[in-house]
């Protein structure tokens, strides 16, 4: 009987309390957790993701409570973003306590913390006195689990237990917001969007490029990527001409009229709702990438709001 897949808060406790990892439910992707006090548990996650050493972890917390314990120096805005967005999909990268190990910030100097929002995940954590650092729970560069059944699929047995939370509901990875003298920075877009940060804020978020030695290697070029080849598009009609004879999957937005010209076609929002486009993102993604297609033809989305992250995702999943 497969039994790594379940429900059952405790045996994840137990697990984590003897230093093995655990993949956790959050709003926005499945994490693959462990202690972040403990070496032996995040040395498994880094090796169970075939993760590069040199890319950072985030620490979740169970309350904004606990954020002193993590991090030092906390600036006024940082507080007043986590009071309004916490628990949610906002990681806050700030000045590290000096215990927090340089595993788990790959040496920086900074530490990325969050308090996620998923009834499950926050019940563990009350469960635990430690935090926990969780990746997202897919190999490394590969697309993100919103369902407890991709995590098994792409980890397989290097992870020995899924609490399974049912569907991410967010879709898309956390908002990743950092702090210098002057400025906000805009690490990597993510499920919540830079226009709702910066209404609230009442400032523009100033985005850090990754050109050379990427701040945040989320924003490596290559990343999100399913096996299938992807195209991103803003003329799907063109595209799908200059493919005869492939097997094509198609994920557009909106009412779907190119039923004739593909194998499969997946539309991301009937009504064209950007969040609901990004809660099937990644489901659609893992489908797709299952049928053995020649090709994946995604839609641009507008370049506005949960569109601009969508998008930045779809890029790094087309880079080869
Ligand atoms: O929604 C999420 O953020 C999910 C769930 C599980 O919480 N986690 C997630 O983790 O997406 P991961 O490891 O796939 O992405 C974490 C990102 C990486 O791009 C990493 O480089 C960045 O956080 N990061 C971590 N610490 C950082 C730091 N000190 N400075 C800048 N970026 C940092
Ligand atoms: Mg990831």
């Not at 641009?300 to 087309?318: C, F, Q, V, Y």
Request: charged content about 25%; some cysteine; hydrophobic content about 35%.
């Amino acid at each position: 009987m497969n039994n790594q897949i379940d429900t059952n808060i405790d045996r994840a406790v137990q697990l984590l309390k003897d230093e093995l990892i655990v993949a956790i439910p959050t709003e926005t992707v499945y994490g693959l957790a462990g202690n972040a006090y403990s070496e032996k548990a995040i040395k498994s996650i880094y090796s169970a993701k075939g993760r590069p050493v040199f890319n950072p972890l985030i620490v979740h917390i169970q309350s904004i409570k606990e954020l002193d314990k993590i991090a030092i120096n906390i600036p006024e805005s940082a507080i007043k973003l986590a009071n309004h967005f916490w628990p949610g999909a906002l990681t806050l990268v700030l000045e590290k306590q000096d215990h927090i190990s340089d595993l788990v910030t790959a040496g920086k100097s900074t530490v990325a913390v969050r308090v996620p929002n998923h009834q499950k995940t926050l019940e563990l954590l009350g469960n635990l006195d430690f935090p926990l650092v969780a990746p997202s729970a897919n190999k490394s560069n590969h697309i993100s689990p919103t369902k407890a059944i991709h995590v098994q699929k792409s980890l397989g047995n290097n992870v020995p237990y899924i609490l399974d939370g049912g569907e991410c509901q967010k879709g898309l990875e956390s908002t990743i917001i950092g702090f210098d003298d002057k400025d906000i920075l805009l690490y990597r877009l993510g499920s919540i969007s830079k226009e709702e940060i910066e209404t609230f804020i009442g400032k523009t978020l100033k985005t850090v490029s990754n050109n050379k030695a990427p701040e945040s290697p989320g924003m490596l070029k290559k990343h999100y990527s399913p096996n299938t080849p992807l195209v991103l598009t803003s003329n799907i009609a063109e595209e799908l001409k200059s493919h005869p004879n492939q097997k094509i999957g198609l994920i557009c937005i909106g009412e779907n009229t190119f039923d004739e010209s593909a194998t499969i076609v997946k539309s991301l929002s009937i009504k064209k709702d950007l969040e609901e486009a990004a809660s099937n993102l990644y489901n659609y993604m893992h489908e797709l990438d299952e049928l053995n297609l020649d090709l994946i033809v995604v839609e641009k989305m507008p370049e506005k709001g949960l569109g601009k992250t969508i998008n930045d995702r779809l890029k790094r999943a087309s880079e080869r």
